[in-house]
């Protein structure tokens, strides 16, 4: 992979000034990226840009400085709180970065087996490039995610709680600086804080990435078991699942509670409990063991419901395509998340504590998820630093970087509902036909749903799944020290606060 120059490709992309622009036009180049259809449309950049280049990137942070502007980053994503759109802030938006690059946007090391990108490009197109060479990232689970946001992050990926989290998998970045000085190659020995800041500040991390150069995995087989449940089994089946997951390495295993069709003969919804074990150990019969274990191992008092379905082959595209019927578009979405405390984590104890927010989703889209962190032991599974460069089964290593919360029990909450207003709670037979043009109207419902999480005891929360907007001070997504340093790094490196950083509840408006 040859380094880019900052002058390389088609150059200079036109910036395009709000007050300059047809009204419709920037409006639709504002939100039309924005996954969450509930919006404020009140607030609108200075000026947006959609560099092809890093010359691009710099110009745009020229004019930000020029004009005493701030500036707000887009790579694509989920990004529920809509971070990069910010009020008289220049708007940058990667989403054509390196499209010209001799080579392609993605460049692939087949001696170190290093894969570079532009953050814009998503988990499911890095991961459909890489499958060709018999490799993979364990990049986010949503197909449609840049993997800008979701590795500052720290990345919440595939098979996490054994492989580690993306961002470990980061070799260096390149990055533009608030000054709008370009560097090549940040890592743990240039410019070693902006790299520690790199994996885990999130949208307060204080440069511009331009391309991240990463580990890859080998691609394994995948095998997979469903079982669903009533919803009144919810207790027993996250017991059986909590007391499980340390005896089950290389596999993710997750509890949904959503509405799911009653059966394979009738395709109306009901609220269920589906518990999710999703295999990558290193070889079929591996797989096929541990997922033996975990049937042998079901609780006596439930039963699967029909539909479960046992040991399984599957793959990444399907299980993007899951993905996406999960988090539907145009849709409108407000999500939260807590880290349950280990030293309150007897099985008992954590299901007593969720089943009140796990048994009453607001709507038929709505879900909520109990996902192990557990990361299991297990022989023969590679450790930290082995040969095949996979990271391994670990527990809650955060060393040099500024990722640092975590416990064996992450929870997060989606309130989902149609922009129109027509999905309470999966009865159509319930829904007001005369209030259907108006999503608005399930706000406050599912906002009161989501506000349940919130007050349960919780040791800290992810950025992944967290909207500031809605939170009040005191939350944790870093340790202490972790936090401390992590404002030390961005005040060294944007002392004027120029990168827009964190979107809570008093960010400026059109009407502020």
Not at 22 to 32: D, E, G, R
Not at 129 to 153: E, N, Y
Not at 258 to 266: A, C, K, L, Q, T
Not at 437 to 452: A, F, H, Y
Request: hydrophobic share 35%.
């Amino acid at each position: 992979m040859s380094d880019m120059t900052p002058s390389a490709g088609l150059s200079p992309a036109p910036i395009l000034l709000r007050s300059s622009t047809p009204a419709a036009t920037f409006h639709s180049l504002v939100w039309t990226r924005v996954f969450n259809a509930r919006q404020d449309h009140s607030i609108l950049p200075f000026a947006y840009s959609q560099p092809l280049t890093v010359s691009d990137i710099i110009a745009a942070v020229k004019l930000a400085k020029s004009n005493a502007r701030r500036i707000s980053i887009r790579s694509g994503g989920h990004s529920w709180a809509a971070w990069s759109v910010r009020h008289d802030a220049v708007l940058i938006d990667l989403v054509e970065l390196d499209r010209s690059l001799p080579g392609g946007r993605i460049q692939y090391d087949e001696t170190t087996q290093v894969v570079s990108c532009p953050p814009s490009i998503t988990g499911e197109e890095l991961n459909d490039f890489l499958a060709g060479k018999g490799r993979m990232f364990p990049g986010g689970h949503c197909p449609d995610v840049g993997l800008g946001g979701f590795l500052l992050q720290g990345g919440m990926g595939w098979n996490c709680k054994s492989w580690g989290w993306a961002c470990e998998y980061l070799v260096s970045l390149d990055v533009v600086t608030a000054s709008g000085e370009y560097l090549q190659h940040v890592s743990a020995t240039f410019h070693r804080d902006l790299f520690w800041a790199a994996r885990g500040a999130g949208p307060g991390f204080p440069a511009i990435v331009t391309r991240f150069h990463l580990k890859t995995v080998p691609l394994p087989e995948m095998y997979q078991s469903l079982y669903f449940f009533p919803i009144t089994d919810f207790k027993e089946v996250l017991e059986w699942l909590i007391d499980i997951s340390p005896t089950i390495p290389s596999t993710e295993i997750v509890l949904v509670s959503s509405y799911f069709p009653s059966s394979p003969s009738n395709p109306s919804l009901s609220n269920q409990i589906l518990a999710n074990f999703l295999t990558f150990a290193p070889t079929k019969e591996s797989q096929s063991i541990l997922l033996s274990k975990v049937h042998s191992s079901l609780p006596p008092a439930v039963s699967p419901l029909p539909s479960s379905r046992i040991c399984f082959p599957t793959s990444l595209a399907e299980q993007y395509s899951a993905q996406r019927l999960a988090n539907p578009l145009a849709h409108r979405y407000r999500s939260d998340n807590i880290y349950v405390p280990d030293a309150a984590a007897h099985p008992s104890s954590i299901s007593k504590l969720l089943e009140p927010v796990f048994t009453s989703l607001p709507t038929a889209k709505s879900s909520a998820l109990w996902f192990s962190m557990s990361p299991g032991g297990g022989t023969g599974q590679p450790r930290r630093g082995s040969d095949d460069g996979v990271l391994g089964d670990h527990h809650h290593h955060h060393d040099g970087m500024a990722l640092s919360m975590q416990t064996d029990h992450y929870v997060a909450v989606y309130a989902v509902w149609d922009d129109n207003g027509d999905d309470d709670n999966g009865d159509d037979d319930n829904d007001d036909d005369d209030n259907d043009d108006d999503g608005e109207k399930d706000d406050e419902k599912c906002d009161e749903w989501v506000r349940k999480l919130g007050e349960l005891e919780s040791e800290g929360s992810y950025l992944g799944d967290a909207d500031f907007r809605f939170r009040e001070a005191g939350w944790k997504f870093w340790g202490d020290e972790q936090r401390e340093t992590l404002w030390e790094v961005r005040k060294k490196w944007d002392e004027q606060g120029r990168i827009c950083g964190f979107l809570d509840n008093t960010e400026p408006t059109n009407s502020s």
